[in-house]
């Protein structure tokens, strides 16, 4: 069972040989390649399974992924996050086999599951909470105790009230608390950002809630359904996104960019050996509409870049595990200190002290060029162009949100100061810094208490 991982990669040996379409070599497809059974499944166009050796193949390698990151110990409280999705319940599923089977010397863990209601940013669908019961009790069914909590609570984070609750206290989900303030701010923020700004948003957001619920809630981990293939769309959407500074932390197994690190158990699997394992294992899944539902495929940068690693996927499958692989090598030189990170993402700031010939500043300054209209740029000298750029600058720099934001959270609200004060992350902070900004303008006439 050890050649598992060499299976996935030798395949470019393969595909050349069934490029020649030489019969004497062409495998077998209709037994098992481990057994010699029936084979039910078939992996990279050219790897027969019997149903058995497949759900061991997916076991070992689920298994492995954990083990050789060396970061779960014996005991340690880990947070599923579940959505209902299909990724998520594969996850579920194989944290159960793992744990029910697990020998004295295996990998053993506490899990519990969070489920975070997003509703609040999707289209409204027709019995919404029904949708949102039934897949809470589908997970209340895996054994497990289940929190729950919603989007907009992420407005709550430090306010020092509850922001999570456990399904097990709580007979309906009409019961569940909601805060309307809470949800028109999220929505007054994402009100004028483009449908990839709103998705990256969304994400980053629901990161940042379920790493607080499990830091509040004592775990030591919280493990997402994330598959090679959503690595390799995450990478590229990172690029495309201005996170390139962020490839290694979000393509990597662990990322210890929040207060709880997390962990991706799936990295190793296709979507379509997901996709068969739940069909195979007969598990019910839920597919909620979201912000992508029938959308065109070049509607935002996330779907484009979707459809381009699906049709990867089907071409060329090793190909997906180059390009995520890729990822983790990718780190950026002469590390930042750890004090400065950004509110959203936590990431380590990207823009605070910038290099002169970076890409980032290379960027600013076409945006800058580009905000000057063409009747200036003809009636006006030289001269009055460079005066526009470096107001523009000074006006950016005036922002003193972004000291908070990386460069990749900052984009969404560059063009829009109104939505920054909107944001749930920076809203503390924005009221902070104008009592400090009152409170300076007004020094003067205070009374000092010495
Ligand atoms: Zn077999
Ligand atoms: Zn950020």
């Known amino acids: 069972m050890c050649s598992v991982e060499e299976d996935i990669e030798d395949i470019s040996k ?8 030489n019969a004497s070599e062409y495998r077998n497809l209709q037994e098992c390649k481990k057994c010699d059974m029936k084979s039910e499944v078939l992996l990279q166009k050219k790897d027969p399974f019997c149903r058995k050796c497949f759900f061991e193949y997916c076991s070992h390698k689920f298994r492995s992924t954990i083990g050789k990151s060396k970061q779960i110990k014996h005991g340690d409280k880990v ?6 999705g299909r990724k998520s319940t594969a996850l579920l599923h194989m944290t159960k086999k793992t744990l029910d089977f697990a020998t004295a010397k295996q990998i053993s863990f506490n899990a519990e599951i969070i489920f975070i209601d997003e509703s609040l940013v999707f289209p409204t669908v027709e019995d919404k909470q029904q ?14 105790p289940v929190l729950c909590s919603s989007l907009e609570m992420i407005c709550k984070l430090n306010s020092n009230q509850i922001f999570f609750w456990n399904c097990d206290t709580i ?6 608390p909601s805060c309307s303030d809470s949800q028109n701010c999220i929505k007054e923020c ?12 969304i994400k980053h957001i629901r990161l940042l809630l379920i790493t607080e619920i499990a830091n509040h809630a004592g775990f030591k981990h919280v493990f997402v359904g994330d598959t090679s ?28 960019r929040y207060k709880v690190s997390i962990c991706r158990p799936l990295r190793e699997f296709l979507n379509k050996e997901i996709g068969l394992y739940i069909h195979l294992h007969d598990c019910s899944y839920f597919v909620l509409p979201n912000l992508l539902t029938k959308t065109d495929t070049k509607s935002c940068i996330q779907r484009l870049t979707e459809s381009f690693i699906v049709n990867l996927q089907k071409d060329f499958p090793a190909t997906v595990f180059t390009i995520f692989r890729t990822g983790g090598k990718l780190l950026k030189q002469n590390e930042l200190p750890e004090t400065e990170i950004c509110l959203l993402c936590r990431s380590k700031l990207d823009n605070l002290h910038p290099n002169a010939c970076s890409a980032l500043e290379a960027l600013k300054l076409s945006e800058q060029l580009s905000q000057i209209s063409i009747n200036d740029t003809l009636v ?5 162009e460079n005066e526009g750029g470096l107001s523009d600058l000074n006006d950016f720099e005036d922002m003193n949100f972004f000291r908070f934001l990386c460069y990749g959270c900052s984009i969404p609200f560059r063009k829009n100061k109104k939505s920054c004060t909107f944001n749930p992350v920076l809203k503390t902070q924005y ?3 104008t009592r400090n900004e009152m409170k300076e303008d007004i020094k003067d006439f205070l009374i000092s208490k010495e």
């Open 171 to 176: 007979d309906s989900i009409k019961d569940f």
């Open 190 to 201: 994402m009100e004028d950002m483009s449908l990839s700004a709103k998705l990256d948003f």
């Open 229 to 256: 293939c959503s690595l390799a769309e995450n990478l590229l959407n990172n690029i495309s996104l201005g996170r390139g500074s962020q490839i290694s932390s979000a393509t990597n197994f662990s990322d210890f």
């Open 14 to 21: 393969y595909s050349k040989r069934v490029g020649n379409r």
């Open 380 to 384: 006006d000298t030289v001269s009055t």
């Open 431 to 433: 009221v902070k810094m």
């Open 131 to 144: 949708q949102i019961q039934n897949i809470i009790n589908e997970l209340k069914s895996y054994g497990y």
């Open 79 to 84: 947070l599923l996050a579940c959505s209902g």
